[in-house]
């Protein structure tokens, strides 16, 4: 039995891509934790599975992992394993990964990993019923609005500003916007006939019924939109460089567009949704495809768990 710590950004996109490799470790009869500074919307189902959780770093005074999974995001965090002698290997996202230059350890491609949400609850069930009847007129534009997971900065009171505004002017588009913020809320009103705001959702049921989402290109946010084989515009926050490498990559698949935040207009978020509506049909292909890849790689995980005990049985350093 070997003990495997993973070390992985509080995000549920970076916790979801290690959830099926620790539970496949953890069947395998291994120790499997996450570090309390990886907490997580699926932290609850991790418990369920035996896997339990580590404070960091006082915890390392009696544990010892034999191996580390170490986000590909926090090579900064290698220093510490290198003074206390503890081996490690970087994680890193399938194809939306971004490594740093001249990397110092191992490194394992995970592939994200789908699960399935249904409407449970009347509320989703009247908001599935009133997107179905935007979706009745083929001219109607479903936009998905997910950009509440950033800070309220002035550059996104300017992006709100716009797309109000767009929205009043152009009644094709229907505005569903996910926010949990008031000061967003207090922005949109008086709402347009064809906004409407709601707290977050389940994404997965919600996301497939839609024509193009808005985001800032989380990971989490991003690997939904491949999933329901939805296009997006990203909009990374200014100074955000993994945010920014995330939405190049998904940019350069041919999955959506990215847009700037702060250089925003009437004119270039019109036009930014015309460019995803006239390519949406290329769009949901390469995420089909791209999904398609995920859920191969998914089925050869068991291959990824048996090589990572094998590095920690020849002595990896």
């Known amino acids: 039995m070997r003990s495997i710590l993973i070390d992985i950004l509080p995000e549920a996109g970076h916790v979801r891509i290690t959830y099926r490799l620790s539970t496949l470790l953890n069947e395998k009869g291994h120790e499997v934790y996450y570090t309390d500074s990886s907490d997580s919307v699926f932290t609850s189902g991790l418990i369920r599975e035996g896997i339990g959780r580590i404070i960091y770093p006082t915890d390392f005074r009696w544990f010892t992992p034999d191996m580390v999974v170490l986000d590909s995001q926090l090579y900064d965090k290698a220093w510490f394993y290198k003074q206390c002698n503890i081996r490690f290997v970087y994680a890193a996202t399938q194809v939306l990964g971004n490594l740093r230059e001249n990397i110092d350890a191992p490194v394992i491609y995970l592939p994200p990993m789908g699960y399935a949400v249904q409407a449970s609850s009347n509320r989703m069930s009247n908001l599935m019923e009133l997107i179905s009847q935007w979706k009745a007129d083929p001219s109607q534009v479903v936009i998905v609005g997910l950009l509440e997971e950033e800070p309220y900065t002035r550059s996104l009171q300017h992006f709100y500003e716009i797309i109000r505004q767009q929205c009043a002017v152009n009644t094709k588009y229907q505005l569903l916007l996910l926010t949990n913020s008031h000061k967003t809320v207090e922005q949109f009103f008086p709402l347009p006939d064809n906004v409407i705001l709601y707290r977050l959702l389940d994404l997965p049921a919600l996301l497939p019924y839609c024509d193009v989402a808005l985001t800032t290109g989380r990971l989490n946010t991003l690997i939904e939109c491949i999933h329901a084989h939805l296009p997006a515009i990203t909009y990374p926050v200014d100074?955000?460089?993994?945010?920014?490498?995330?939405?190049?990559?998904?940019?350069?698949?041919?999955?959506?567009?990215?847009?700037?935040?702060?250089?925003?207009?009437?004119?270039?978020?019109?036009?930014?949704i015309a460019e995803v509506m006239n390519n949406k049909t290329q769009m949901q292909e390469r995420s089909r495809q791209l999904w398609g890849v995920f859920e191969t790689e998914n089925e050869k995980l068991e291959q990824v768990a048996d090589r990572l005990i094998s590095m920690i049985d020849d002595g990896y350093r």
Request: hydrophobic residues 25%; negative net charge.
């Open 239 to 272: 100074g955000d460089e993994t945010l920014r490498s995330y939405a190049e990559e998904y940019t350069r698949l041919g999955l959506g567009v990215c847009g700037e935040l702060h250089q925003i207009t009437p004119y270039t978020f019109d036009q930014q």
